[in-house]
Nanobody, 122 residues
Framework: QVQLVESGGGLVQAGGSLRLSCLASARTFSSYAMGWFRQAPGKEREFVAAISWSGGSIYYEDSVKGRFTISRDNAKNTVHLQMNSLKPEDTAVYYC???????????????WGQGTQVTVSS
């Protein structure tokens, strides 16, 4: 299990930007695929972005392509999600997740943070 703590959420106007960060506790952080997910009120948790252990493979959900950027710093055990051109429909609790390999099923990710709220006003 990896302990994950998200930060950086908040309230922003449409068109604005936020940068989410996730700090991981694992000594072997660099061996994990990392992902960002979100859950809006009344909706299921959904995939947003993921990055492989090396950073060589990156995946995005279609609605965030060109607006969000995932990155990682293995020396600091952190993964970031830079969110630009935010829209009201991006409003959700954002979760960081870790897994030994990338999987395209939400329930397949083994470790989760507690989430950080992102609210985009119109």
């Amino acid at each position: 299990q990896v302990q994950l703590v998200e930060s950086g959420g908040g309230l922003v106007q449409a068109g604005g930007s936020l940068r989410l960060s996730c700090l991981a506790s694992a000594r072997t952080f660099s061996s994990y695929a990392m992902g960002w997910f979100r859950q809006a009120p009344g909706k299921e948790r959904e995939f947003v972005a993921a990055i492989s252990w090396s950073g060589g493979s990156i995946y995005y959900e279609d609605s965030v392509k060109g607006r969000f950027t995932i990155s990682r710093d293995n020396a600091k055990n952190t993964v970031h999600l830079q969110m630009n051109s935010l829209k009201p429909e991006d409003t959700a609790v954002y979760y960081c997740a870790a897994n030994s390999v990338f999987v395209d099923i939400v329930d397949g990710w083994g470790s989760w943070g507690q989430g950080t709220q992102v609210t985009v006003s119109s």
